[in-house]
């Protein structure tokens, strides 16, 4: 005997019947190989996406504080426009512009989704022109020399000591 079960329709003819239809779906076992391949390629593919796609690459930077020097200038030695958000290095990029820019008192740079990067500077403010020969450079307060931040060009000494170790040898 058939083990479906079997409903009978009266249609006024004896030898019709309609039989209920069934639906075999196929059954799935996956073990955890497929699963973990489905998963490590999903994931291959949101960072290739991540990395590659326009939406999160930096179209400029925003720079706050600077009164000297140009967004132009600052946004070039950081070198970030164009690359993925991803990719920037907020403390090497800071340590790239003060570096290059030794009249930037202090620098701090922050990256923000989907593509922004701003960059707060301190200039340092000049007091002293201090001319020796035929060259010249800015003095700040803390005895820093600051290249001749009014006239372009960017010859002249390089402070390479922190704050407070020019304090001190002003204060010796």
Same mark, same amino acid.
């Not at 329709?9 to 639906?23: D, S």
């Not at 201090?130 to 700040?140: K, L, N, P, V």
């Not at 009014?150 to 922190?162: I, M």
């Given at each position: 005997?058939?083990?479906?079960?079997?409903?009978?329709?009266?249609?006024?003819?004896?030898?019709?019947?309609?039989?209920?239809? =069934?639906?075999?779906?196929?059954?799935?076992?996956?073990?955890?190989?497929?699963?973990?391949?489905? =998963?490590?390629?999903?994931?291959?593919?949101?960072? !290739?996406?991540?990395?590659?796609?326009?939406?999160? @690459?930096?179209?400029?930077? =925003?720079?706050?504080?600077?009164?000297?020097?140009?967004?132009?200038?600052?946004?070039?030695?950081?070198?970030?426009?164009?690359?993925? /958000?991803? #990719?920037?290095?907020?403390?090497?990029?800071?340590?790239?512009?003060? #570096?290059?820019?030794?009249?930037?008192? *202090?620098?701090?740079?922050?990256? !923000?989704?989907?593509? @922004? /990067?701003?960059?707060?500077?301190?200039?340092?403010?000049? /007091?002293?022109? $201090?001319? %020796?020969?035929?060259? !010249?450079? $800015?003095?700040?307060?803390?005895?820093?020399?600051?290249?001749?931040?009014?006239?372009?060009?960017?010859?002249? /000494?390089?402070? %390479?000591?922190?704050? *407070? =170790?020019? $304090?001190?040898?002003?204060?010796?």
């Amino acid at each position: 005997m058939d083990n479906r079960r079997r409903f009978n329709v009266a249609l006024g003819l004896p030898e019709i019947h309609l039989h209920k239809p =069934t639906f075999n779906l196929p059954s799935f076992r996956s073990g955890w190989r497929p699963v973990s391949l489905i =998963t490590a390629l999903v994931i291959g593919v949101a960072i !290739y996406l991540v990395l590659t796609l326009p939406y999160f @690459h930096i179209p400029s930077v =925003t720079v706050l504080g600077n009164d000297r020097l140009t967004r132009e200038e600052l946004s070039a030695a950081m070198g970030v426009v164009g690359q993925s /958000v991803f #990719m920037v290095q907020p403390e090497e990029a800071a340590a790239r512009l003060s #570096m290059n820019y030794p009249e930037l008192a *202090s620098v701090q740079v922050s990256v !923000y989704l989907p593509n @922004h /990067v701003y960059v707060t500077v301190s200039e340092r403010e000049p /007091v002293i022109f $201090w001319q %020796q020969g035929e060259g !010249y450079t $800015w003095i700040d307060a803390f005895g820093c020399g600051i290249p001749s931040a009014w006239s372009g060009y960017w010859a002249g /000494v390089r402070c %390479q000591c922190d704050q *407070s =170790t020019c $304090w001190n040898f002003i204060h010796r």
